[in-house]
């Protein structure tokens, strides 16, 4: 269970981190603790499992890849595991998951597939169908990004 502590780190930590010698400084020392307890409870919850991982969100369009596609699959439900180890091994797929199918709508796996043109989105997608074996995709193209954030949790 999360106390207020933790609730505020975490809040805390969902921000960008300062461009400073001592981001973890600047943090502890805004909730109130020294850097060594924040950073002795970050590892715990990466221990527990509260956090998988920290990292730097690349704003992917302002570095080039400014084509970008949602690519839909048909993949059969015993063929999900073994789909989504070939895919996620492919840096220009970001998100890679599995959703639950409709009559209306029969497709069950997303990628997001980022390319500096839609050329090259498409070529991947291709070579994906290829390695494996999938032949029902639709892939759609993002035309205007209105808003890219993380999850905000605990007011942060």
Known sequence: MLDELDKKIIAAMQKELAL???????????????????L????????????????????HRKVGYTANALCVWQVPEIQIRRVAAQVISYPLVS????RVAHTEWPYNFYTMIHGHTRDECRA??????????????VMLYSTREWKKTSMRYFGG
């Open 95 to 98: 998100h890679c998951y599995a």
């Open 20 to 38: 400073v010698s001592q981001p973890y400084r600047e943090i502890a020392d805004a909730v109130g603790i020294s850097q060594d307890e924040l």
């Open 40 to 59: 002795s409870r970050l590892e715990k919850y990466w221990h527990s499992g509260q956090i998988r991982r920290m990292g730097a969100v690349l704003r």
């Open 124 to 137: 991947l997608a291709d070579k994906i169908a290829l390695e494996t074996g999938l032949e029902d995709y």
